[in-house]
């Protein structure tokens, strides 16, 4: 049976990043003055919330909070079960692969799983600013892809399907394609707010076993 493509190197096109996003508001950013600076700051939980619907009412410091929130507590959550599917699947495929019955039985009781825990998460996220919303698509998008590979990973095993293997590596491709792009653009909106987004080591090359 034709082998599934390795993940090697699949830590480094995570929607997190695996844990190499960094972030720091720009210093040279406009400050906001005055007492509407001061009632800004004391209401700034309620206007992110209640307002959200509405950009033209955030401030470019509510919007950099909102950013910075979105990428260091949803993503993040997403990320926990993200990593460890893909631990869970890299420790039986590529270098790794040993045969058909291990990988089924870590797709099956781990990566799976998890992953079906990460993507649960991505579609729970709600964009608090519009400039998110997209973003937040993309990323259901994205999860929700990979999470298809998995499925036909599976498939492709019970079945000794090579059809299905292709299908499935088409999609990891597909999902390596879409957060490569997320990453780009997310890192465009940061810096619009004055908010550095980082991302090391980004590669969306695969290898053959």
């Known amino acids: 049976m034709k082998k599934l493509l390795g993940l090697a190197l699949i830590t480094a096109v995570l929607l997190s990043g695996c844990g190499e996003v960094q972030i720091s508001i720009n210093k ?37 909070k909102a950013i910075i929130k979105f990428i260091n507590e949803d993503i993040q959550r997403v990320a926990e079960y993200e990593v460890v599917a893909f631990e869970s699947l890299a420790s039986v495929s590529g270098v790794n692969y040993t045969d058909d019955e291990t990988l089924y039985k870590e797709l099956t009781s781990t990566t799976i799983p998890s992953y079906e825990k990460a993507l649960g998460e ?34 492709a095993i019970e079945e000794q399907d090579e059809v299905l293997i292709e299908e499935s590596n088409a999609k990891i491709e597909e999902y390596y394609r879409l957060v490569e792009s997320y990453h780009s653009d997310m890192k465009l909106l940061a810096e619009k707010y004055d908010v550095t987004y980082q991302v090391d080591g980004q590669s969306g090359e695969v290898d053959e076993l």
Do not use: C, H, W
């Open 28 to 64: 040279n950013a406009e400050p906001q003055t005055g007492e509407n600076n001061s009632k800004e700051e004391t209401n700034k939980e309620l206007t992110l919330v209640d307002d959200v619907k509405d950009g033209e009412k955030l401030t470019n410091a509510d919007k950099q």
């Open 122 to 155: 991505a579609e729970s996220i709600e964009g608090k600013i519009p400039e998110l919303e997209e973003m937040t698509e993309r990323i259901v998008s994205a999860t929700q892809i990979f999470y298809d590979s998995l499925l036909l990973e599976k498939q």
